[in-house]
């Protein structure tokens, strides 16, 4: 007993049996008072181990995930019933939550967000963006992380078009500076008001992990009708699964955009392979972090 005598490791025990505290107070007091005992399941309450920080986190992430899809799933279907309708604005209105929430981040995840963030800006100057016939798109959160990374490397806001679904951040990153925003997916904004913008450059970030949708965007971004600019370009996706079905989600992708590629003409390359051929200088790219995947590729012209 004299082990769970020491306040640290009673505490931490405590914590680990909160189902059977009382039997656990009981015994180690025989006559344990009620002050006592509420006073002990106050201190459990409030005791959170960093792994249980690391749950609730990684918990958002794969929340956010799911209601993505279900809204994705909800707007594709032709005809909706009353309910279905129902639960969309409940989704959109009531319970749907920012997914690229920085504060949810861990120090390496930020981290991780940054390094990319950084690769993004070297694949822009790598594709020659910031006229107005190489533009820039991509998706941001309301701390404005790439459009950040972006400026300090001198790429024009004038360049930059940016898309998210939450008005809240909309607002926000419009009093950050940038002049292009809009209200929706990227699905959506690609297809109808940034429909005839030129992109050399897009980073789909923070949409979440079902393929269907990342292929969506990639559909939109490369449609036979969109004003598109001359190869090279671009593309950045980040992918949300678990630590086994990620990779599979990003063959899932890759092999989409590979036959959109061979159609227009153009062949795909994993950047990320050749980190300095395309200007990125940075000493380790990680790929991977936690349950989210980044990976880069670019389009160029197939001449074989």
Known sequence: CGRLTHPSRLLHSLHLMRPLYGWLIASLLPHPSFE????????????????????????????????EERIYELEELEIRTSSQDSELEGLKQKTFV????????????????????????ALCRYCECGC??????????????????????EI???SCYVANRHE???QVLKEFGLNHIAHGSAKQVLSSIFHNIPFSAYYFDGCGGHPPILIDMLQAALDETRTTCEPPIAIGVSIVGGNRDVVDKELKIVQALVKLAKTRGLRVEHVLDDCERYGI????????????????????????
Not at 43 to 59: E, S, Y
Request: hydrophobic letters at 35%.
């Open 156 to 158: 024009s806001f004038e």
């Open 36 to 67: 006592l005992i509420h006073g002990v399941r106050n201190i459990i309450k409030v005791i959170k181990p960093t792994t249980r920080l690391f749950v609730d986190k990684r918990r958002f992430a794969e929340r956010s995930s799911r209601q």
């Open 281 to 304: 200088t940075q000493d380790c790219v990680a790929k991977v972090e936690g349950n989210t995947m980044t990976t880069w590729l670019l389009l160029v012209k197939d001449v074989r």
């Open 132 to 153: 107005p016939t190489r533009n820039v798109f991509f998706l941001d959160g309301q701390d404005a992380g790439t459009a950040s990374t972006l400026s300090k490397a």
């Open 98 to 121: 920012e997914q690229y929430d920085p504060a949810a981040f861990s120090e390496t995840h930020r981290a991780f967000k940054d390094s990319h963030n950084r690769v993004f800006a």
């Open 168 to 170: 809240s951040t909309c």
